[in-house]
């Protein structure tokens, strides 16, 4: 194999792993509350910094 291929491999595998453990993450139980209290951050105008600015 050559080194692309290696390195293919790799990142492949590695990319593999991350999804697996963020997916076990996301859909375990207990983590259902932590993830359902940052559920609206994206769209909370409270914390903005654009009207700090204003």
């Known amino acids: 194999m050559t080194l692309h291929d290696w390195i293919g491999m790799i990142l ?8 697996v453990w963020i997916y076990t993450y996301v859909f375990n139980p207990k983590n259902k509350e932590r993830l359902e209290s940052q559920r609206n951050i994206p769209f ?11």
């Open 44 to 54: 909370d105008e409270k914390n903005t910094d654009s009207e700090k600015e204003k």
């Open 12 to 19: 492949t595998i590695g990319t593999l792993l991350a999804m």
